[in-house]
Nanobody
Protein backbone atom coordinates (compact mmCIF):
# COMPACT_ATOMS: atom_id res chain seq x y z
CA UNK A 1 0.00 0.00 0.00
CA UNK A 2 1.29 3.43 -0.91
CA UNK A 3 -0.38 6.76 -0.28
CA UNK A 4 1.29 9.94 -1.54
CA UNK A 5 -0.11 13.33 -0.59
CA UNK A 6 0.60 16.58 -2.42
CA UNK A 7 -0.76 20.09 -2.76
CA UNK A 8 0.12 21.61 0.58
CA UNK A 9 1.71 25.00 1.02
CA UNK A 10 1.49 28.44 2.56
CA UNK A 11 -1.78 30.31 2.11
CA UNK A 12 -3.29 33.44 3.60
CA UNK A 13 -6.37 33.28 5.83
CA UNK A 14 -9.46 33.02 3.66
CA UNK A 15 -7.55 31.31 0.89
CA UNK A 16 -7.94 27.89 -0.69
CA UNK A 17 -5.85 24.80 -1.33
CA UNK A 18 -6.55 21.47 -2.97
CA UNK A 19 -4.79 18.43 -1.60
CA UNK A 20 -4.37 15.22 -3.55
CA UNK A 21 -3.58 11.68 -2.43
CA UNK A 22 -2.42 9.19 -5.04
CA UNK A 23 -3.02 5.59 -3.97
CA UNK A 24 -1.49 2.35 -5.15
CA UNK A 25 -0.98 -1.22 -4.03
CA UNK A 26 -4.60 -1.97 -3.19
CA UNK A 27 -8.03 -1.85 -4.78
CA UNK A 28 -8.76 1.84 -4.42
CA UNK A 29 -12.23 1.68 -5.96
CA UNK A 30 -13.53 -0.52 -3.13
CA UNK A 31 -11.88 1.37 -0.27
CA UNK A 32 -13.22 4.04 2.04
CA UNK A 33 -10.72 6.89 2.24
CA UNK A 34 -10.05 9.41 4.98
CA UNK A 35 -8.19 12.66 5.51
CA UNK A 36 -6.64 13.41 8.89
CA UNK A 37 -4.51 16.28 10.15
CA UNK A 38 -2.06 16.89 12.94
CA UNK A 39 -1.22 20.33 14.24
CA UNK A 40 1.98 21.02 16.19
CA UNK A 41 1.69 19.73 19.73
CA UNK A 42 -1.71 18.15 19.10
CA UNK A 43 -3.00 14.68 18.42
CA UNK A 44 -3.87 13.61 14.92
CA UNK A 45 -7.53 14.31 14.21
CA UNK A 46 -9.91 12.96 11.61
CA UNK A 47 -11.09 15.51 9.02
CA UNK A 48 -13.21 13.83 6.35
CA UNK A 49 -14.27 10.46 4.96
CA UNK A 50 -15.65 9.26 1.66
CA UNK A 51 -16.96 5.77 0.90
CA UNK A 52 -15.72 3.77 -2.07
CA UNK A 53 -18.42 4.99 -4.44
CA UNK A 54 -18.78 8.44 -2.89
CA UNK A 55 -22.26 7.71 -1.62
CA UNK A 56 -21.37 8.39 2.01
CA UNK A 57 -19.42 11.47 3.03
CA UNK A 58 -18.69 12.73 6.53
CA UNK A 59 -16.86 15.76 7.86
CA UNK A 60 -15.53 16.91 11.20
CA UNK A 61 -17.58 19.79 12.57
CA UNK A 62 -14.51 22.03 12.44
CA UNK A 63 -14.32 21.85 8.63
CA UNK A 64 -17.95 21.30 7.64
CA UNK A 65 -19.04 23.79 5.00
CA UNK A 66 -15.46 24.75 4.14
CA UNK A 67 -13.78 21.50 3.06
CA UNK A 68 -14.93 19.08 0.36
CA UNK A 69 -13.65 15.53 -0.08
CA UNK A 70 -13.88 13.90 -3.49
CA UNK A 71 -12.32 11.02 -5.38
CA UNK A 72 -11.58 9.83 -8.89
CA UNK A 73 -11.56 6.05 -8.98
CA UNK A 74 -10.17 6.10 -12.53
CA UNK A 75 -7.07 7.88 -11.21
CA UNK A 76 -6.85 6.15 -7.81
CA UNK A 77 -6.82 9.58 -6.21
CA UNK A 78 -8.71 11.23 -3.37
CA UNK A 79 -8.85 15.01 -2.98
CA UNK A 80 -9.51 17.54 -0.26
CA UNK A 81 -10.64 20.96 -1.42
CA UNK A 82 -10.10 23.44 1.41
CA UNK A 83 -11.76 26.85 1.24
CA UNK A 84 -12.01 29.74 3.68
CA UNK A 85 -8.87 28.54 5.40
CA UNK A 86 -8.16 29.67 8.95
CA UNK A 87 -4.90 29.79 10.91
CA UNK A 88 -6.22 26.92 13.03
CA UNK A 89 -6.27 24.74 9.91
CA UNK A 90 -2.47 24.78 9.96
CA UNK A 91 -1.32 21.17 10.20
CA UNK A 92 0.22 18.27 8.38
CA UNK A 93 -2.54 16.60 6.39
CA UNK A 94 -2.54 12.84 5.92
CA UNK A 95 -4.39 10.48 3.64
CA UNK A 96 -5.61 7.28 5.32
CA UNK A 97 -7.02 3.90 4.41
CA UNK A 98 -8.06 1.31 6.96
CA UNK A 99 -8.21 -2.35 6.11
CA UNK A 100 -8.48 -5.39 8.40
CA UNK A 101 -8.10 -3.12 11.44
CA UNK A 102 -4.82 -1.74 10.12
CA UNK A 103 -4.27 1.89 9.26
CA UNK A 104 -2.21 2.93 6.26
CA UNK A 105 -0.84 6.47 6.04
CA UNK A 106 0.90 8.68 3.57
CA UNK A 107 3.88 10.85 4.46
CA UNK A 108 1.69 13.92 4.86
CA UNK A 109 1.67 17.36 3.31
CA UNK A 110 2.14 20.59 5.27
CA UNK A 111 -0.57 23.24 5.15
CA UNK A 112 0.25 26.58 6.73
CA UNK A 113 -2.37 29.32 6.97
CA UNK A 114 -0.76 32.62 7.86
CA UNK A 115 -0.66 36.24 6.80
Amino acid sequence: VQLVESGGGLVQPGGSLRLSCAASGFTFSTSTMNWYRQAPGKEREWVAQMSSTGGRIHYADSVKGRFTISRDNTKNTVYLQMNSLKPEDTAVYYCNMRRNNRDYWGQGTQVTVSS
